[in-house]
């Protein structure tokens, strides 16, 4: 008996190729020149297709990684000028109506930040 697609000889008892792991119990004859059924070509439209998706992904997950870390150096220089205020506002030692204003500005910061950014103070 021989393989109906590689044409190798094989013993009677065997049910699938040792090449191409075909089921020699099915009687189906390949014609010469057509692909093997194991063998799945694809097209070039497919190629094309998969590539866009694999480069849309690629695009949308480094925007979103830049985006992530631009957004959180933000945050943290806005979080650092609340502190700063605060502090100031703990060292300012001048006239009541200076601190005040300083007061005021802290709290328009702090404001803006919960705007932007939430609770993450």
């Not at 021989?2 to 014609?31: F, G, N, T, W």
């Not at 695009?59 to 957004?71: D, K, T």
């Amino acid at each position: 008996m021989s393989c109906p697609y590689c044409a190798e000889v094989i013993m009677a008892e065997a049910i699938l190729c040792k090449h191409y792991q075909s089921d020699l119990r099915q009687k189906i004859q390949i014609p010469p020149g057509r692909p093997l059924p194991s063998v799945k070509r694809m097209g070039p439209v497919s190629k094309v297709l998969i590539g866009a998706i694999i480069a849309i992904t690629l695009y949308l997950a480094f925007g979103s990684a830049v985006s992530n870390r631009s957004q959180d150096k933000e945050m943290m220089q806005a979080r650092d000028a609340v502190e700063l205020c605060r502090q100031e506002v703990n060292s300012y030692s001048g006239p009541a109506v200076g601190k005040s204003i300083i007061v005021e500005t802290c709290q328009k910061l702090e404001d803006e930040f919960r705007k932007g950014f939430g609770d993450a103070l």
